[in-house]
């Protein structure tokens, strides 16, 4: 089993920048790709930015430019920087986790962002 456990999300003025972290825990040597998705009210979950253990990135078009997705093999940690965060950034975020051996997918329980003037 793997465990997900994202923090940082919260209010910030528009244009802001916040940093959201994963802390993942359990059987997770068999994961192999990594990402951050988003839902926001009455839309639909998207991704947002993914990462594989080779360090192969790739962003949604709403965000490229403005978040970097990165991971820390040490801590057990993935991030998600946000700067010139925008009004329509305002979501759920959740991390995510795929595992090779079994194509399951592990979730977080989410951390709220909101931007706001």
């Known amino acids: 089993q793997v465990q997900l456990v994202e923090s940082g999300g919260g209010l910030v003025q528009p244009g802001g920048s916040l940093i959201l972290s994963c802390a993942a825990s359990?059987?997770?040597?068999?994961?192999?790709?990594w990402g951050w998705y988003r839902q926001a009210a009455g839309k639909e979950r998207e991704m947002v930015a993914g990462?594989?253990?080779?360090?192969?990135?790739k962003y949604a078009d709403a965000v490229k430019g403005r978040f970097t997705i990165s991971r820390d093999y040490a801590k057990n940690t993935m991030s998600l920087q946000m700067n010139s965060l925008k009004p329509e950034d305002t979501a759920v975020y959740y991390c995510?986790?795929?595992?090779?051996?079994?194509?399951?997918?592990?979730w977080g329980q989410g951390t709220q962002v909101t931007v706001s003037s």
């Open positions: 359990g059987s997770i040597g068999n994961i192999y790709r």
């Open positions: 990462i594989t253990v080779g360090g192969s990135t």
């Open positions: 995510n986790a795929a595992e090779v051996t079994t194509l399951r997918e592990y």
